[in-house]
């Protein structure tokens, strides 16, 4: 199903940015539908280097998968910019991938943004800004 088709279907007004998680994408769209993931960050160096606006409370976003197939509609519910060092274990938690933990989120998203931030030659360091976003599901294709 397509961005525009889910959108269509979802009876939901207004605008959309239809976009994908990095780094597993299918395995997270997946945690978002069951209501595990409830929270993102990204790069605030990248998306100022990409002209990316800065999200808000009540934005909606349609999640695809892998292969750009439309998973859900998320609504933003809280933004904040917070730097590396400083993510809370409750963000941690939020983000829902592996065991949940700080730990376990500080060396998968180290590596995540060592490499996505090296792609396009800045740094990333525990000093880093991220954005980060908490979320709930607006609607899911049964």
Known sequence: MTAEDLWDESGLTGSYEAWAFGG????????????????????????????????????????????????????????????????????????????RSLDYWRRIHMEFFTEELGAVELPFDEGSELVCEEFEVAYVHM
Do not use: Q, W
């Open 24 to 99: 597993a994408p299918d395995k997270l769209a997946k945690l978002v539908v069951s209501g595990i993931k409830t929270a993102t960050c990204s790069s605030l160096a990248l998306m100022h280097l990409e002209g990316e606006p800065m999200p808000k409370p009540g934005d909606l976003s349609v999640i695809l998968d892998s292969t750009g197939n439309a998973v859900c509609v998320i609504r933003t519910t809280r933004v904040y910019v917070e730097t590396f060092e400083s993510v809370t274990p409750e963000h941690a938690f939020k983000e829902g991938e592996g065991d």
